[in-house]
């Protein structure tokens, strides 16, 4: 079965330090994979893809994902975090081109920032 | 100008009531869908129209009907509302069909009471 997985649900990283978001997938087909993040009371604004090529990924705000084939991950990285970063990150999976198929989407890691 | 707008944003509603949620985008493209945001936070793909033409249609109660009147535009109509129905519901479009960048529009929490 098609799925994603993000085994956090809820992660809290001090304001300056490093952050990895955990995303693993089962999918059939060669995938498509995606970060969305989440604000409180908004839509989700896409960080970052991969579609082929470079197996790490850049993205807006600082981020990057790296795609590990043997191990169907796809985690989401920063270096350095900010307190404007608290949202609801989502990992997604998909095939592009086909008809009748649309991403998938893990269950979502909460992201607290102390400072 | 907004990219996908939905209106409207809060719909509060009591059981039984019949309601309709509205997407628009302005990005010309052929992909339009509906996702549901329950409780948890969980996204599920509802529905999805490529001009116009209905291409995905997950396990959902046939009181959810979608229409597509053109590309650009995607509704949502729910009868006979149920306490379950309390979601966000989040209109997206991607260029084309399959997994594309989507655009997501802002949202539409749904309360019925």
């Known amino acids: 079965a098609q799925s994603v997985t993000q085994p956090d649900i809820h992660i809290t990283v001090s304001e300056g330090a490093s952050l990895e978001l955990r995303c693993n997938y089962s999918?059939?087909?060669?995938?498509?994979l995606f970060w969305y993040v989440q604000s409180p009371g908004q839509g989700l604004q896409l960080l970052l893809k991969y579609f082929s090529g470079d197996t790490l990924v850049q993205g807006i705000k600082g981020f990057e994902a790296e795609f590990k084939r043997s191990q169907s991950s796809f985690n989401l990285r920063k270096p350095s975090v900010h307190w404007s970063d608290a949202a609801e990150y989502f990992c997604a999976v998909g095939a592009a081109g086909q008809a009748g198929t649309a991403l998938i989407f893990g269950k979502g890691t909460t992201l607290s920032v102390s400072s | 100008d907004t990219a996908v707008s939905q209106t409207p944003k809060y719909l509060v509603t009591q059981m039984g009531n019949d309601k309709s949620i509205k997407c628009e985008q302005n990005l010309g493209h052929d992909t339009m869908y509906w996702y549901k945001q329950d409780s948890k936070k969980f996204l599920k793909i509802m529905f999805s129209?490529?001009?116009?033409?209905?291409?995905i249609n997950e396990t959902v109660p046939n009181r959810f009907s979608p229409k597509s009147p053109d590309k650009a535009h995607l509704n949502l109509h729910i009868n006979s509302l149920e306490l379950g129905d309390s979601a966000v519901y989040f209109c997206?479009?991607?260029?084309?069909?399959?997994?594309?960048?989507?655009?997501f529009g802002a949202g539409s929490r749904l309360t019925v009471l």
């Open positions: 999918y059939g087909a060669t995938p498509y």
């Open positions: 129209y490529n001009n116009k033409e209905l291409i």
């Open positions: 997206a479009s991607s260029p084309t069909i399959g997994a594309n960048v989507l655009t």
